[in-house]
């Protein structure tokens, strides 16, 4: 976008903190100082766990970056707060994406064979698991595997994003990653950066079982879906893509999650992966609207 | 199937009256004395409506057919019961349907061009509105006409099922006919001879609006369900088919109506209707169970 | 009732077996052959578990009920069936109860302490726990106390069926027993003679934490419910008693559930059984009616 | 509050426009430089009728206000946008409410007793209706009467809102007002000033008709819920008060209609409203809180 004759390049800047009060105006007093147009604020206190969260969304001159990320760095060590800025325009053509996963070897797979193959342009950068079992994977396909769990499959959700900052993640996809994320850490990545994988159709069939609940529903059709994550929101406004697949009567529920776990949610998870990178939808006030690709 | 040396034959006895004292006793008292064996009794009462049912599934031998008829319009006008008899052996080969309609034309035409073509074994017996719109399709393929709506659409029910009674329908199907069937209806033709085309996958959009309201959440997945009417229960257990498409994020919802109505809808109710008069799925206890065929 | 110059009973059979083919001719053909009048039939199969299960209601002679208790018997004997017999009226002066608990002590209290005041008009014949925890209550009522429950707390369903059986139990009260009945067992004392205690609202309420989810919700309102069980239905139509409190905002968790399981929880269990053994409510069809009492 | 040596002040402004580009700037540029700390922010879009609404709220010397109402003024002329501006503790001894009514008399009556009696602290400056039914309430208690509806009872949203304006409103009490308020007119009183009375238990029973809802699903407890309203999300977390009543089996649905409609609702809506208004709980990111009174 110009306005003038200056290039503007949308900024995401996100801040959480343990207290409301100071969390707004310093990041606001200094964009606004340094002339940037306001598109989105959200603030939201979750009190009963002492977290604070803004996400800011503005237009600034291509220029200021610099000035910018130095200035945040610098409000971050005064205020104590855990800010982060991110353009999704920096890297448009090639994004950096870490790949988080447990067990399932079938999305993870599909992705890198879909970025190797140029459908998805994007540069996986890590390979992130909460268990060891997809580190063959990484070496396979020669990507940096990090280990964030513990024996148990616990996350260390400080090292997830510390892994995330040093490998200066653009995109994090949630290829089967069987742990909910932190509201701390949604906000962190706030602002459409965060891609889950979901087993089943959304809104319908939300939680941990849906192939098990659409079957006690005696459901014929079973799908899958792709959606960015807000953290204080059902995902229900939040769909990138979905895939399906029915089944006659009498199908047993084996055969149904077979079909759905090898076929149908690789699937979901490339297409709506690339629409993401691509910047084909993005997020918008909570929503995914039709963006108009990566050189708006 | 065969018991002892006779062929024994499945037969479907509903009996519907206002008062449940006497409902059942002369029916039982009479199949069971005739060496009926029963697999299937159930009884409801609706007291606020004063409407009392039984449906009883019994198996007899073929012979006794005939007598058992006669008995059963004997005990119905003693008891001033509604009482039916049908066996869903007796025309196997060719069921008999009525096809009933409101407005959309689609999936009447692609079920009698279906019937037409061979893919479906059955005989387009009747088709039945409660409004004149698809009055023309009727007399493109030849099938004979039955209007049984006033000006506004309401349907006169005794004059529906005098026509389903007298064109010895084997088999009714709701193709998009926007009247819901009052309990005593679904009772009369009980047992698995009702198949209803919904416009929305169940059990996740029932409603007059399921296009609606997968759109207001956001759904990118849309779907029609073909399933078996019973009155007292949600469909949740009587699905016989489903058929989904899915739409990129920002379709209208106008064109996702147009796809669905056009080329979803039909094609769904098109597998339905096959699966049910070819006895590919049967009611068995509220539920669709996978059957043999025609020739069990 | 009279009818005739017959004074007439409510029999409730329960017959509960592995296969539906044989499940009710014997018991029908004799019943009907006793000039019984059938007042419900319901049929039930769960082939995923091979239970077939029918409760049938009917009103024969009052005196000839001893020779019905011995050809049921018989029946049972001959086709390897679980048959119960039940009147309502045998012992309708003063019903026997059992007691179902685990480890919540104030609704079995609240109950026996209502009884031996005579608020509930009904014997306290056993108190039946899975878990030690209430064994104290019964000493301190003089009630027998029967642990059917192993080191984990699971029930060892024979032995609960078989203890109902010995002590002749007309109602089964499950007075925070947290353990889900079997569907066989349920079938076994079918027709409206279990009564649960559910400690949050239904329908919209149901599950295990009842308190947590409606604090999620951010209600004020909180409640206990006490129904009949019916196996193969949600409890929508078998309420018999709802009792509510509400709080002011700001209300910690922890106050509620104690105002709840304190005074609310208890309230609700005695007046439900009043009404229940009383006969002022009673199971009809799957649904709550409003009887004439003890003596109809 | 008092930060530093000034006596602080909370301020809550809103703003709505067309377009979400120049929404935020010019008011949060003002507010910061004037020293304002910001609590809370939240921005909106509703792209599909070009609506967009802030909601601000800060802290500010209260020495200030006069200047900051002036200069508010000013940027709503130069952007053309309805901005507004609140300050809770301006009128906290007294607030000033509008009541909105269409049909049923009792819940303002109820509001306006109340408020005679003393029981609520508070002015009843306007009765507004959408029909004309309450007008001799209004003349009764001597309180101003806006008619704001036409033949159909639909309102006039501007004359609506102006009538607000004029009046000076603190607080509008929707009771049992029957028009759903428009998401212009919810953000334009944003910030937990308008508080409706809805005749069911929420969140369980939303809708128009939550007394034949709860009737259907056989509960016996009956409730309404006073709430603040938040125009995006529903009313789950901004309950202020609840009560309930409950009835045997078998009262009919009139008797249960009438029991709440004459009682329950205006009980409900007295607490309700003498909680909001004497600051006991206000609403704080989209949730109510406990506050510390009139004068904290």
């Known amino acids: 976008m110009v306005i003038g004759h200056l290039k503007h390049m949308q900024l995401v800047i996100t801040a959480v903190g343990p207290d409301h009060v100071r969390l707004a105006d310093p990041i606001i007093h200094y964009v606004t100082g340094e002339g940037a147009n306001i598109a989105e604020i959200q603030m939201y206190d979750h009190d009963e766990e002492a977290l604070f969260a803004m996400l800011l969304r503005v237009q600034l001159p291509a220029e200021k970056l610099g000035d910018v990320r130095k200035a945040l760095s610098q409000i971050a060590r005064e205020t104590n707060l855990s800010i982060r800025l991110w353009s999704p325009e920096e890297r448009a053509e090639k994004p950096r994406l870490a790949i988080c996963v447990t067990y399932r070897p079938e999305p993870p797979l599909a992705l890198l064979r879909a970025i190797r193959d140029g459908q998805i342009k994007a540069e996986a950068a890590v390979l992130i698991g909460n268990r060891p079992a997809c580190r063959g994977i990484a070496e396979q396909f020669g990507v940096p595997w990090e280990m964030v769990g513990d024996d ?38 706030a602002g459409g950066r965060i891609i889950n994988l979901h087993h089943g159709l959304l809104p319908s069939f939300p939680g941990l079982r849906p192939y098990h609940d659409a079957y006690a529903g005696r459901m014929l059709t079973y799908g899958a879906t792709c959606h960015f994550i807000v953290p204080e929101l059902d995902a229900g406004n939040q769909i990138i893509q979905q895939s399906t697949f029915t089944v006659p009567p009498g199908t047993k529920l084996d055969e149904i999650i077979r079909v759905g776990q090898e076929d149908n949610e690789p699937r979901c998870l490339v297409e709506g992966v690339r629409r993401a990178v691509s910047r084909e939808v993005q997020l918008h006030f909570h929503r995914v609207v039709v963006g108009s690709g990566v050189r708006n």
């Open 152 to 189: 148990d499959g616990r996350t260390d959700e400080d090292r997830f994003i510390a892994t995330l900052d040093s490998y200066e993640i653009d995109y994090v996809v949630l290829a089967r990653y069987m742990r909910v994320l932190p509201a701390a850490t949604c906000w962190k990545y």
